[in-house]
Nanobody, 124 residues
Framework: QVQLVESGGGLVQAGGSLRLSCAAS????????MGWFRQAPGKEREFVAA????????HYGDSVKGRFTISRDNGKNTMYLQMNSLQPEDTAAYYC?????????????????WGQGTQVTVSS
């Protein structure tokens, strides 16, 4: 049973930074793609970033390119999202997701496992 547990959300002022963590357990994630999505109230779930667990391949949504960095620590089975230059429009619940086969996808429907989410609020 795959479990994904996010942490690191909180309240930050515009221009500030946060680092989210996603602790993964229950499987060997060698062939997995793992990603971050976010969802603001009244909006659809939006792709933020993703990586392949066993390579250097990463992919970012247009709205976060140059500000957010996705990474992982294989030894800790943990994925990170470093978020810099945060803006009020980044306010959302952020979710960690895992996909067992088929590589990176930007649509949430392709992902098999989800964490419970962590709230990020950016004040102006």
């Amino acid at each position: 049973q795959v479990q994904l547990v996010e942490s690191g959300g909180g309240l930050v002022q515009a221009g500030g930074s946060l680092r989210l963590s996603c602790a993964a357990s229950g499987r060997t994630f060698t062939n997995y793609a793992m990603g971050w999505f976010r969802q603001a109230p009244g909006k659809e779930r939006e792709f933020v970033a993703a990586l392949l667990w066993s390579s250097t391949t990463t992919h970012y949504g247009d709205s976060v390119k140059g500000r957010f960095t996705i990474s992982r620590d294989n030894g800790k089975n943990t994925m990170y999202l470093q978020m810099n230059s945060l803006q009020p429009e980044d306010t959302a619940a952020y979710y960690c997701a895992a996909r067992s086969v088929g590589g990176i996808r930007t649509l949430a429907d392709y992902y098999d496992y989800w964490g419970q989410g962590t709230q990020v609020t950016v004040s102006s």
